[in-house]
């Protein structure tokens, strides 16, 4: 009995037959992903021209560029840019660029430990400029997520306090101030995640002429 019912849900729906007949959609998606990482690739040389002469932490730099995809975060396909990036098991400093299929691109700097200490109090002493570009900051305990919308782990900087950024600032032993950006306009990511990315980094103090330096 348990084998019949098995093989019965092996069957195919008429929705799942008519995909699984017509190779189209499936080249289709090839294709998409590989303009998604080609897109990434341009992200990555326009982010290295952009930020040649900024006051960088040398190690940031080292490791280059690294682009990955995958097929299942959260059952859908997605690729990642890493650049500027450095990771290790007690400190992250990166900006992670993702393209996540039905979803949405977002840009993310990722922060934590003695890179954290470090940058706090400029982190800080930007919370209005970078809550009035729009900025979302992690809020939940799960670090590798990268759901924005409709998930309890991310926060606008609009609804919060300065008080209440302080003390994520102080409490939490990682962070992550993330941006969106729709994947209808496709076009335009590039220019976007430059554009956001120079943005803080320079409220960071990063930039030749930031007025935090």
């Known amino acids: 009995m348990k084998g019949r019912e098995s093989a019965a849900n092996l069957g195919l729906s008429p ?10 959609w499936i080249l289709m998606k090839n294709q998409i992903m ?13 982010l290295r021209q952009t930020l040649e002469g900024w006051h960088l932490p040398e190690v940031w730099l080292q490791p280059g560029a690294k682009i990955s995809r995958g097929e299942h975060y959260q059952g859908l396909p997605y690729v990642i840019l890493d650049y500027p990036r450095f990771f290790s098991q007690h400190d992250v400093l990166a900006c992670r660029s993702l393209f996540w299929w039905g979803h949405y691109f977002t840009c993310t700097l990722h922060i934590s430990g003695n890179f954290l200490i470090q940058y706090r109090p400029l982190l800080l002493a930007s919370f209005e400029n970078c ?17 924005l919308h409709g998930s309890a782990d ?9 008080d209440t950024y302080q003390s994520l600032l102080q409490e939490r032993r990682f962070l992550k101030l993330v941006k969106s950006y ?14 956001n990315y120079s943005q803080l980094l320079r409220c960071l ?3 030749p002429d930031s007025i935090y330096s």
Do not use: D, R
Request: aromatic letters at 10%; charged letters at 15%; one cysteine or more.
């Open 154 to 162: 991310y926060q606008a900087l609009a609804q919060l306090s300065h």
């Open 182 to 195: 729709p994947l209808q306009e496709w076009n335009g990511f590039v220019s976007f995640a430059v554009e």
């Open 34 to 46: 590989q303009k998604a990482v080609a897109l990434m690739g341009q992200l990555h040389e326009a």
């Open 15 to 24: 929705q799942e037959l008519e995909l699984v007949l017509n190779s189209e």
């Open 131 to 147: 809550k009035q570009q729009g900025w979302w900051v992690s809020c939940g305990e799960e670090e590798w997520t990268h759901q």
């Open 205 to 207: 103090g990063m930039a």
